[in-house]
């Protein structure tokens, strides 16, 4: 028997039951659809992170206060110690003594009420410095950033984000209006092409002023001096880890700290960022494959179960074939290949159902959802050899049969 | 001495015990057959149930092992054979016809017709001739598109003789085969068989009626595992 009237009559044993066949190769088509979307998810989510983080600027370290060490040696930021000063911050910017640093932006954030024509949002208002706009590579849609005399004076003038005028405002052309923030009124000056959000917050939705200002008028107090973060920018890619050494003895000799384990501060890169979000998400895409996994073991073991059914209701057609001449392995591989179609016909319409949930699953959960055609061809792979795998005990059995047995079964 | 006594052997049976167990309890169903049947026979194999004629043909048609004893068919020693070569045997030397047909029902007169020369590797076009040909051979020219569904007991019991027909086997084997028709189509199948055995085929039919097995040109009898009276019937 070769291999065209193998197919033929195991496709049309497939066909002749196609309600119980879809029932059962539906557990393999879920797994295959949910490897697929996890797999893309996951994808998506490391391709999103990374372009968050990348959206932060360029060659950028991050100072936050505070550190604590835990028990294993696992250091991490403290984030309400107010360790860090603007006088940190200025300490930074030293030719002499950080060569490799090429600008600093120290960020004081506070979460204040903004109201404009009776309209009021909640938003968090940052105070720093000219350089800001640089480090962070942020782009002006309308107006102007602060300037240096703006920051000298503590002039009240605040830069918008896109969402926080159109939110007060209905529109982002605001420039010359101006906004009560904490019960003070500003002028607004600029207001910030979008960049969308990164990992902790929406970039989008901020006020940004003068540090001397927000440090003395809206904070005030015993922590007017200190600083939330402070993002440096290295002068280039190869001269970050040399900006990281700078930072840390600057800092260190400016707290009177000698050694670096504990130090009261933390500097962390956006590379350790994308390293730690990388690992994170593939983590979370081997968790979520193996328990796509654990699907199509399921579902292979319905092939299995819809095979057996299928041996036993067919063992007198079995017993004719092999009294008609068929040798025990043309009966294995009949079976086989059933199982072998089942199991495929659950994997391409679990990938046809992955491919459509990658277009649909971003507009639903809001994050990108690639469609990795290793993924697809790896499923569609695997959901063969699953119809194979379950099919061996099935496909056996019915070889085995005695053909006298099975002829005299009613 | 007719032509068929002349012609070479294509069973021989000697010394022939099958034994079944079942658990502690041996139940010997054949106790030593001797028989021969030489090429172009009709032969009537009869008796009442359990007296082991069933166990007879399935060793006959290679559906079953002997305990004991030696059989030969078409030359070749069958009693140490494994699966695959038994299929191969069955395939080649034996054209089946069962008591309730054993037609698949999903597939076409023609396509039951063929699955012996499947099996056999012939390849499709000659498949398609060869079953159109056996079917015509049996009066069935007109229904090769027909599922057995479609057609009479009669005419189901003609598809599955052009099925044993097909691959030119040594010997057809039939087991009751009027057993599910009415006297008609008895009379139909019989005289199909008749036709056969006057063409040259060897022709063995297992039966217990004594109307039926009188059709055939020598009868044995077979009772308690052993044949009690092998004779000719009288003509």
């Known amino acids: ?410 | 001495m007719s032509a068929e006594q002349s012609a070479p052997p294509v069973i021989e049976l000697s010394g022939v015990r099958k034994t079944y167990r079942s658990g502690a309890i041996e139940f010997e169903a054949l106790r030593g057959i001797d028989l021969e049947i030489r090429g172009g026979e009709y032969v009537a194999i009869m008796g009442p149930s359990g007296s082991g004629k069933s166990t007879l043909m399935n060793v006959l048609g290679c559906l079953d092992v002997v305990t004991a004893g030696s059989y030969r068919l078409a030359g070749e020693d069958v009693e140490e054979l494994d699966e695959a070569e038994l299929a191969r045997i069955r395939n080649r030397e034996i054209g089946f016809v069962f008591q309730g047909f054993n037609l698949l029902p999903s597939l076409s007169a023609w396509r039951n017709v063929e699955l012996p020369l499947v099996y056999a590797g012939v390849g499709k076009e000659e498949r398609r001739e060869r079953a159109a040909l056996a079917l015509e051979r049996v009066g069935l020219g007109d229904k090769l598109d027909n599922r057995p569904g479609e057609l009479s007991g009669g005419q189901q019991q003609r598809v599955a003789v052009a099925r044993a027909l097909v691959g030119e086997p040594t010997m057809i084997l039939a087991d009751e085969p009027t057993g599910n028709l009415d006297s008609v189509s008895t009379a139909d199948v019989l005289g199909l068989f008749q036709e056969l055995n006057d063409a040259g085929r060897t022709i063995v039919l297992i039966t217990h009626e004594l109307e039926v097995a009188q059709h055939a040109s020598r009868l044995v009898r077979v009772k308690d595992g052993l044949i009690v009276e092998p004779s000719a019937v009288a003509a």
Do not use: C
């Open chain 1, 1 to 410: 028997m070769n291999w065209t009237e193998t197919l033929h009559t195991a496709w049309s044993a497939v066909r002749s039951h196609a309600m119980r066949s879809l029932l059962t190769v539906l557990g393999i088509l879920i797994g295959i659809a949910a490897v697929i979307l996890t797999v893309g998810l996951g994808l998506g989510t490391q391709k999103d992170v990374s372009a968050q983080i990348d959206s932060l600027g360029s060659n950028l370290l991050i100072v936050s206060p505070g550190s604590t060490t835990d028990s294993s040696g696992m250091r991490g930021g403290f984030g309400t110690a107010t360790t860090l000063t603007q006088a940190d911050a200025a300490a930074l910017t030293s030719d002499v003594n950080a060569p490799d640093i090429a600008g600093v932006a120290p960020e004081k954030t506070t979460s204040l009420a903004l109201e404009a024509n009776d309209t009021n949002w909640t938003t968090s208002v940052t105070g720093t410095t000219v350089s800001w706009l640089d480090v962070r590579a942020r782009t002006l849609e309308y107006g102007s950033f602060f300037t240096q005399d703006d920051v000298d004076e503590a002039a009240k003038v605040v830069v918008l984000g896109s969402e926080t005028a159109t939110e007060l405002f209905g529109r982002t052309n605001v420039v010359g209006q101006s906004v009560e923030i904490d019960g003070t009124s500003f002028q607004i000056v600029g207001v910030l092409d979008s960049a969308g959000s990164d990992s902790s917050s929406n970039l989008d939705d901020v006020a940004v002023a003068p540090m001397s200002t927000v440090a003395n008028v809206l904070v005030g107090g015993t922590s007017a001096a200190s600083v939330s973060t402070i993002y440096i920018q290295a002068a280039s890619a190869e001269q970050l880890s040399a900006a990281y050494q700078e930072a840390q003895t600057i800092l260190l000799n400016r707290h009177g700290i000698t050694s670096s384990d504990e130090a009261d501060f933390s500097i962390s890169s956006q590379e350790a960022l994308v390293e730690t979000a990388t690992s994170i998400y593939q983590t979370l895409t081997i968790l979520l494959t193996g328990i796509a996994a654990l699907s199509l073991l399921v579902g292979g073991i319905g092939v299995m179960n819809i095979m057996l059914v299928s041996v036993t209701e067919r063992t007198r057609e079995i017993g004719l074939r092999k009294a008609l001449g068929a040798p025990p392995w043309a009966i294995r591989r009949q079976f086989l290949t059933e199982a072998a179609i089942l199991g495929l016909g659950g994997g391409v319409l679990g990938a046809l159902l992955g491919a459509l949930g990658t277009l649909v699953l971003p507009a639903i959960i809001g994050s990108s959802v690639v469609l990795s055609p290793a993924a697809v061809g790896g499923a569609l792979a695997v959901s063969i050899a699953i119809g194979i795998v379950f099919g061996v005990y099935p496909a056996t059995r019915a070889a085995r049969l005695a053909p006298i047995d099975a002829l005299r079964t009613e």
